[in-house]
């Protein structure tokens, strides 16, 4: 059971990227999943989700209105796109999901990091001209 999180580069401020996250062992489309980034120095702090029970989808206030969040069911691949790249937005990205059942808007937990058990490696986007 794993996620891989891809899609990471040297981006220049701006621009954009998108970033992908796949599941081995398990159909990532039954569940939730949060997209979270750890910049040097700092706490990894959740900054998007993806719920799987309506689809609705969260933001972080710093990410709100540039990066977009998907699902691709036909490849069970989730999608991070983000656009207007700052150098503040320069850090590891990871994808995470839970697999136990969350009382309540399971991405409020998951954007807390709260019940995450499986994690992808992480992929460094550098926003840097």
């Known amino acids: 059971v794993q996620l891989q999180a891809s899609g990471g580069g040297l981006v220049q401020p701006g621009g954009s990227r998108r970033l992908s996250c796949d599941a081995s062992?398990?159909?990532?489309?039954?569940?939730?999943l949060g997209w979270f980034r750890q910049a040097p120095g700092k706490e990894r702090e959740g900054i998007s989700c993806?719920?799987?029970?309506?689809?609705?989808?969260y933001y972080a206030d710093s990410v709100k209105g540039r990066f977009t969040v998907s699902r691709d069911n036909v490849n069970d691949t989730v999608y991070l796109q983000m656009n207007n790249l700052k150098p503040e937005d320069t850090a590891v990205y990871y994808c995470?999901?839970?697999?136990?059942?969350?009382?309540?808007?399971?991405?409020?937990?998951?954007?807390?990091?709260?019940?995450?058990?499986?994690w992808g490696q992480g992929t460094l986007v550098t926003v840097s001209s």
């Open positions: 062992g398990f159909t990532l489309d039954y569940y939730s």
């Open positions: 993806i719920s799987s029970d309506d689809g609705s989808t």
């Open positions: 995470a999901t839970g697999f136990k059942e969350y009382s309540g808007n399971p991405c409020y937990f998951i954007m807390q990091k709260i019940n995450l058990e499986v």
